[in-house]
């Protein structure tokens, strides 16, 4: 399991609206909110004018109404050279995301107070509508978690007759990613999302995946903490490269 098997495994459970492949890299955009859906992925590189390269990706995005936006993940991406020729065309990295992994070997019991279903059910949709504050930020991770393939399994953790906190896992292959993890504001803290992640885990062990992988930003230091408590350790990580 190598980063750039994490990356092509994200692209496959937390779709974009639209994805293209040129020159080896993944072009990928959404409604232009969040970075993994709205970026380009240059996992591979078959070669030719670099330059040429990002100037497709530029005339690419804008065409999407959308602002070039380049993800790079540690160990996957290509060429070598690209943070410097981005750098020198006005590109900043921004975003320090960290890219954890666990073993599905020995996974613990299900958790109590947790229903998983194949799809989006409307008390998922509830929690995660209380679980954001932006109406753009929930429309695009609402349409994101409607275009997840099977097999998936989204979760919802009960508490004081309602749906406190949610989840989502998805396979490909023998890796499962983890996404959306979400707790209403007034139950956080409460160890919700560890019901929740453990429900996860142990429905993809069922399912048949080796490993399960997840994301979350470097300065999320309580988030980052309970994933580790999880036996979750960081793999790699990446940056979104972005002008201004």
């Known amino acids: 399991m190598s980063p750039r098997d994490i990356d092509l495994a994200t692209i496959r459970t937390w779709p974009a609206a639209v994805t ?21 992925w240059p996992i591979d590189w078959t070669g030719g004018d670099l330059e040429a390269a990002i100037d497709d990706v530029e005339a690419w995005y804008e065409a999407q109404l959308l602002p070039a936006r ?85 979760a919802t953790r009960e508490a004081d007759q309602r749906v406190v906190a949610v989840g989502v896992s998805a396979l490909a292959g023998d890796l499962a990613g983890i996404f959306l993890m979400r707790t209403v504001p007034d139950q ?11 429900s996860l885990l142990h429905w993809a062990a069922g399912h048949g995946a080796a490993h399960a992988f997840l994301q979350v930003e470097a300065n999320n230091a309580p988030a980052i903490a309970l994933y580790e408590r999880e036996g979750f350790t960081t793999l790699t990580s990446y940056r979104f490269w972005r002008k201004g």
């Not at 599905?104 to 509830?126: N, S, W």
């Open 188 to 198: 956080r803290r409460r160890g919700h999302a560890v019901h929740v992640l453990r």
């Open 70 to 154: 380049f993800k790079l993940t540690d160990g996957a991406f290509a060429p070598e050279h690209l943070p410097e020729r981005l750098a020198a065309r006005g590109y900043q990295s921004v975003m320090p995301t960290l890219v954890m992994t666990r073993s599905l070997a020995l996974m613990p019991g299900p958790r109590q107070g947790v229903d998983l279903a194949p799809a989006v059910t409307d008390l998922f949709d509830r929690a995660l509508q209380q679980s954001t504050t932006s109406p753009d930020d929930l429309e695009e991770r609402r349409s994101i978690a409607r275009r997840v393939p099977s097999p998936a399994a989204f």
């Open 20 to 40: 293209e492949k040129r020159n080896g890299w993944f072009y990928l955009a959404s409604g232009g909110v969040t970075g993994r859906v709205n970026a380009a």
